[in-house]
């Protein structure tokens, strides 16, 4: 596992960001799941998933997702029980709707045969229907709910759906093929009203994600921020994904980002100065060898270049 997909899994593994993705996804930001109510499950999706392997011979296959928790969501005096999924993607992948139904599918499979297992162990008196089928008439399941967050700066251009995967040289054809569709966060696509709906310091991590291209909106949205002292694994995070330099020494329990992003404008500021020196120096041998002082040569030894990449200099000025 690489060092982004250690510490984003790390992050959202949190009950508190965790909550508070799903609060944005399901319910517009409103704090609805509680995260004392959320418990973390084994995240090993597959009980046997048989495909054939060497031989023709069936094997069995585990697949397993990133988090998983069981939610319990309170509604008045009501209380509904549903399972929350999340995929983090530090890259895009471009066969995700797939991959998500395959987890959903097999995730409901898993509840089918754990229930089939508790009404023998109960030993019910099933009909005929039900004993084949081993789920009951009136056995139910816990709904399922698979988020993908992207942590990545560039616009997921991925599918959404399973139809937009597809092609269809039949339009009739569409109606009657399932489509499954995942449910997406990605930074690059978020308005900054929609970040405002997020309550943790994921609101923190996607907003410097989404302007980690563009120094000067980095800094405005850092300066203009009253909550950006981050805790250490939201910072580990934003340094892993946009390379911005941090303190994140055993020691530090929370991360200032203003003064990462003064630290960053400096360095930007000497880079330009530098960059500045160079175009000087090279407008002067220019000079120098076009007036017949220097020749090529002599004047790309001078500024430590070769002299094909001095005479494409030259072309510039």
């Known amino acids: 596992m690489s060092k982004k997909d250690t510490v984003t899994k790390a992050f959202m593994r949190e009950n508190t960001v965790f ?10 930001g409103k704090k609805v799941i ?4 959320l418990q973390e499950l084994d995240t090993t999706e597959l009980v046997q998933l048989i495909a054939k392997g060497k031989n023709n011979k069936n094997e069995s296959v585990q697949k397993y997702r990133d988090i998983l928790k069981a939610a319990v969501i309170m509604e008045d005096e009501n209380a509904d029980y549903l399972l929350l999924g999340i995929e983090n993607q530090t890259e895009i992948h471009y066969a995700m709707p797939v991959r998500n139904m395959i987890y959903d599918a097999l995730q409901y499979g898993n509840q089918v045969a754990a229930i089939a297992a508790q009404n023998v162990k109960e030993k019910k008196a099933p009909t005929r229907a039900e004993f084949l089928s081993g789920f009951y008439k009136a056995d139910k399941l816990r709904p399922v709910i698979t988020l993908v967050l992207h942590f990545g700066a560039d616009p997921w251009d991925g599918a959404t759906s399973l139809h937009e995967m597809m092609d269809f040289p039949l339009e ?61 694994n939201a910072a580990r995070v934003i340094q892993a994904i946009t390379n911005i330099t941090l303190d994140l020494s055993e020691e530090v329990e929370e991360v200032d980002m203003c003064k990462a992003i003064d630290d960053m404008m400096q360095d930007s500021r000497e880079e330009g100065k530098a960059e500045g020196r160079t175009e000087g120096i090279l407008f002067a041998l ?12 002599d004047a790309a030894f001078r500024a430590n270049m070769t002299e094909s990449a001095f005479e494409a200099a030259m072309k510039k000025i």
């Open 19 to 28: 909550a508070d993705a799903f609060n944005y996804l399901i319910f517009n």
């Open 34 to 37: 509680q995260p004392e109510r």
């Open 172 to 232: 009739e054809m569409r109606t009657f093929i399932q489509d499954y569709k995942i449910h997406l966060i990605d930074p690059a696509a978020l308005e900054p009203d929609e970040l405002e709906k997020f309550s943790t310091s994921l609101r923190e991590v996607l907003g410097c994600i989404k302007y980690s291209k563009d120094k000067e909106k980095l800094s405005s949205f850092i300066r203009n921020n009253t909550r950006m002292m981050l805790e250490i």
């Open 286 to 297: 220019t000079g120098l060898v076009r007036d017949g002082v220097l020749s090529i040569k």
